[in-house]
């Protein structure tokens, strides 16, 4: 699966510049989203290719300044999310998670916290085996340093603790 990915990772950086040296202007998420589907469909029909197994999410801003997010899958489809999880068994429960606590406006730490809590769904070890990347307007991105995440953890982890002690459930922020 590797190796899917770095093969659709390249095509996709080619036909970015390509992209670029012809409409001279950078193209967008949506478009990028779209070559990667199409890509991902034409290997399901060709003879001879066995299909891409991985499905992507891309991140980016549109060119008002909204963030945006695009999930392609082998099939090649497409399509625009607010929120998204992938791959895992356990990526229903956590798409359920997403929309129920998933708002409109929602600000960068409150983002970051709840994709922290949805991956604490899934991961045992707490921050060691988690990578968070902040994607910003301007394509800046910021990998948040373990104990940055690790914080945010043990500041979960506290809340549910002083949830169970006084005998509700987690307070809501």
């Not at 034409?42 to 980016?60: D, H």
């Not at 625009?80 to 406006?105: C, D, M, T, Y």
């Not at 968070?132 to 953890?153: A, F, H, N, P, S």
Request: charged share 30%.
């Amino acid at each position: 699966l590797t190796a899917d990915a770095r093969v659709l990772i390249n095509k996709t950086r080619t036909e970015a510049q390509s992209y670029r040296l012809t409409c001279e202007d950078a193209p967008s998420v949506e478009y990028l989203a779209r070559y990667i589907a199409r890509t991902q469909q034409k290997y399901t029909q060709r003879g001879g290719v066995r299909p891409f197994g991985i499905a992507t999410l891309l991140a980016g801003f549109s060119e008002e300044g909204s963030p945006v997010l695009y999930q392609t899958d082998p099939a090649g489809t497409h399509s625009e999310w607010k929120a998204q999880v992938i791959g895992g068994r356990n990526a229903k429960s956590l798409r359920e998670f997403l929309e129920k606590n998933w708002e409109e406006g929602l600000e960068e730490d409150k983002a970051v916290r709840m994709s922290v809590q949805a991956l604490l769904e899934v991961v045992d070890s707490g921050a060691k085996n988690m990578e968070i990347c902040v994607v910003r307007v301007g394509g800046k991105k910021t990998i948040l340093e373990e104990k940055d995440v690790d914080e945010i953890v043990k500041s979960i982890e506290a809340e549910a603790e002083e949830g169970k002690t006084s005998g509700g459930g987690a307070a809501d922020e």
